[in-house]
């Protein structure tokens, strides 16, 4: 497949177009024409542009990208070594962000109620990233922080009431602590989210609405996983997730 027709189809699935976002979505370094073998990844580390090299790999696919808003944009160290990477083995990098997270199939939010059995039924919160719904019936606090862990393979952390019982349950991928003000607003019992900030502990005790933070890369691996067997069964091509450790 062409490159840049890969471009054109995950522009069509995914939007960018619709975010506002702190980073270029889409293709941000041009590597071979042609593309056959396609690396999904959470974050383009140096460690998954290794794996890419060394699998012969035409091009990444990742959540995390390069070129962040507001970040020193010189091409010097780690930046240097990781372009030099990509660049000396005509590696093409694809990075969605936003966009991915949103996906109502394939995003990180779907993905993460699908792999907990959260059953979606709205969004919520600035440009609709965050999603409400409800966990399987008869459900508290605790029981769903348990069950995350056994999911997750991390433990997350739970503030507020344990006992709370949870009807109505929020939830945002990665980095998605400021949604809590939204979350309540949503009438969310409990929500989840990958991070945690000083604020939101108070926040979650004065509400009595309880929070889950579970970790932003244990939230985030799914809609990359799930881009990897889109790739594999829609446009045919030879496409694999790998899952780089990050304890957070």
Same mark, same amino acid.
């Given at each position: ?8 189809? +995950?522009?069509? %699935? ?7 976002? /702190?980073?270029? &979505? ?21 460690? *998954? ?6 699998? &012969? ?8 990208? /390069? ?10 160290? !780690? ?18 962000? %936003? ?10 939010? $779907?993905?993460? =109620?699908?792999?907990? =059995?959260?059953? #979606? ?6 440009? #609709? +990233? ?16 348990? $069950? ?41 019992? %409990?929500?989840?989210? #990958? ?6 502990? @108070? *926040? ?8 889950? $933070?579970?970790? @932003?890369?244990?939230?985030?691996? /799914?809609?990359?996983?799930? !881009? ?17 450790? &990050?304890?957070?």
């Amino acid at each position: 497949m062409q490159l840049m027709a890969l471009g054109a189809h +995950l522009d069509e %699935l995914l939007e960018p177009a619709r975010f506002k976002d /702190y980073c270029p &979505n889409g293709l941000q370094v041009e590597g071979r024409a042609e593309v056959a073998r396609v690396l999904c990844g959470v974050t383009a580390c140096q460690a *998954l542009l290794d794996h890419a090299v060394s699998g &012969n790999f035409d091009a990444l696919f990742v959540h995390h990208g /390069y070129f962040w808003r507001g970040e020193d944009g010189r091409v010097t160290g !780690i930046r240097k070594r990781r372009l030099a990477t990509l660049l000396a083995n005509d590696i093409s990098l694809l990075a969605y962000h %936003l966009p991915l997270d949103a996906h109502p199939e394939l995003g990180n939010n $779907a993905q993460l =109620g699908a792999l907990a =059995g959260w059953v #979606g039924e709205g969004v919520f919160g600035e440009q #609709g +990233l965050g999603w409400v719904g409800r966990p399987q019936a008869g459900q508290n606090a605790r029981g769903i922080a348990n $069950a995350l862990e056994a999911r997750l393979n991390r433990r997350p952390m739970l503030i507020g009431d344990p006992d709370r019982a949870v009807r109505r349950l929020a939830w945002c991928t990665g980095g998605a602590q400021s949604y809590f003000d939204d979350a309540i607003a949503a009438g969310a019992d %409990l929500f989840v989210s #990958g991070e945690i900030s000083e604020q939101t502990v @108070h *926040l979650a005790r004065e509400s009595g609405v309880a929070y889950i $933070a579970a970790g @932003h890369h244990a939230t985030e691996r /799914y809609g990359a996983r799930a !881009i990897a067997a889109y790739l594999s069964e829609h446009l045919g091509l030879e496409a694999e997730f790998v899952d780089i450790d &990050n304890p957070v």
